[in-house]
């Protein structure tokens, strides 16, 4: 089984989602997981979220999203 590391982490769920959809575009797979402490569904997309990617892309990944205007500051 492949292991995913944390390469982003972001305030909300939108924003995760913007980096994910950077990752994807990138060729590059990713997930986005409520934060620990947030795992409740009654908080829907409020919260923070991890970003992660296979171990294998984690160095691509946190260098394109610390290269994106607004992003890199999660990172």
């Known amino acids: 089984m492949e292991e ?3 390469v982003a982490a972001a305030p ?3 924003l995760a989602l913007v980096m994910k959809g950077l990752l994807d575009e990138a060729g590059i797979p990713a997930l986005v997981r409520r ?3 947030f795992d409740v ?3 829907l997309s409020a919260g923070p979220r991890d970003v992660l ?3 294998l892309f984690a160095a691509e ?3 394109l999203l610390g290269d994106t205007t607004g992003l890199g500051s999660w990172t």
């Open 61 to 63: 990944a946190r260098e």
């Open 4 to 6: 995913w590391v944390k």
């Open 53 to 55: 990617v296979p171990h």
């Open 35 to 37: 934060g620990s402490g």
């Open 12 to 14: 909300n769920e939108t």
């Open 41 to 43: 569904p009654d908080f």
